[in-house]
């Protein structure tokens, strides 16, 4: 039996690539089973609903990413 969980989208920040068939990899605030949202990186169907396996970040480790890519050259 498959094991349900509860999300919400609190806020779409960013669509990051989009591929041939139409999925988007996306940078999201997400709400897991009622939690505090966490920023989230993971690829979602054209119509939204299913996904791919994906990376969940708190906003310690968001704000770690965030000054680890501040002044590369990208």
């Known amino acids: 039996m498959p094991v349900e969980f509860k ?15 139409g999925w988007t990899k996306e940078l999201n ?12 990186i993971r690829e979602w169907s054209p119509d939204g609903e299913k996904m791919g396996k994906g990376i969940t970040l ?3 480790e968001m704000e770690i990413l965030k000054k680890a890519l501040e002044g590369r050259d990208i």
């Open 7 to 21: 999300y919400e989208i609190v806020e779409k920040i960013a669509v990051l690539s989009e591929s041939s068939k």
């Open 58 to 60: 708190s906003d310690e």
């Open 29 to 40: 605030l997400i709400s897991w089973n009622d939690r505090d949202p966490k920023y989230d």
